[in-house]
């Protein structure tokens, strides 16, 4: 299984980006996908989560209601539109894949078994 994302850069604040992250070597649509980031020095943060199914959806407190989870199973994508983005918003971010089909969304980083390579977010002016 691997997971590639993309869609980082720099942007100044107050400004979005919208990361994609596209998964190969398994057919994910029976499985929840979420998004985390990490900053230096800091630990990883679990960010957004969407069930399998497409209905449930969860955000950090941080994020909530700047930050949206969506996917295309089509696709094998899962997407996360970015906006209003604040300095602290600056981290790498990882699209995450637990190895359960049918797995409850956690916010906990050790419920998932495969991570994407990350891309880096940087928000400055």
């Known amino acids: 299984v691997q997971l590639q994302a993309s869609g980082g850069g720099w942007v100044q604040p107050g400004g979005s980006l919208r990361l994609s992250c596209v998964a190969s070597g398994r057919t994910f649509s029976r499985y929840n996908m979420a998004w985390f980031r990490q900053a230096p020095g800091e630990e990883r943060q679990f960010l957004a989560g969407?069930?399998?199914?497409?209905?449930?959806?969860y955000y950090a407190d941080s994020v909530n209601a700047r930050f949206a989870i969506s996917r295309d199973d089509a696709k094998n994508t899962v997407y996360l539109q970015m906006n209003s983005l604040k300095p602290e918003d600056t981290a790498v971010y990882y699209c995450?894949?637990?190895?359960?089909?049918?797995?409850?969304?956690?916010?906990?980083?050790?419920?998932?078994?495969?991570w994407g390579q990350g891309t880096q977010v940087t928000v400055s002016s």
């Open positions: 969407i069930s399998w199914t497409g209905n449930q959806k």
């Open positions: 995450v894949l637990p190895n359960e089909r049918y797995a409850s969304v956690s916010r906990h980083y050790r419920a998932y078994y495969y």
